[in-house]
């Protein structure tokens, strides 16, 4: 099933045209995703990198605008995960304000040993 996270657009997100500024929904994907592994996993980006020695750098990101986000808009960020790879997850997120679509996108994760020198896949 599902995973929802949500969030209130502010202020400081937008820019001049008074919009969420553009670069900002990556950031409102990855804090949906953050949020998803730490729901369903126990352990958000900073504790398996910290505490169990292994990084989730972002390998591929494609994300489609699909309407605008202002800071009196309450964002539902939906993520699925859609492929469990050898060493990768890939997501599907998906953000809403009610019923109205603003994103959709698709991100791929892979798992990598961040102790040593080397990152190498795990």
């Known amino acids: 099933f599902p995973f929802i996270h949500t969030r209130r657009i502010r202020w400081g997100e937008s820019d001049p ?3 969420a500024y553009t670069a900002r929904f990556l950031d409102f ?3 949906a995703i953050e949020a998803f592994l730490q729901d369903r996993i126990g352990a958000g980006f900073y ?9 989730t750098p972002f390998v591929h990101v494609e994300i489609d605008f699909k309407s605008p986000l202002t800071p009196r808009d309450t964002l539902e960020t939906e993520v699925r995960l859609v492929r469990l790879g050898g060493s ?4 599907a997120v998906t953000g809403r ?3 109205r679509v603003s994103f959709t ?4 994760s892979a798992f990598v040993a961040t102790e040593g020198v080397a990152m190498r896949a795990i």
């Open 97 to 99: 304000v009610g019923d």
């Open 29 to 31: 994907a990855m804090d």
């Open 17 to 19: 045209a008074r919009i």
């Open 88 to 91: 990768s997850l890939t997501y």
């Open 47 to 55: 504790e398996l990198n910290v505490d169990h020695g292994s990084g």
């Open 105 to 108: 996108g698709r991100m791929v």
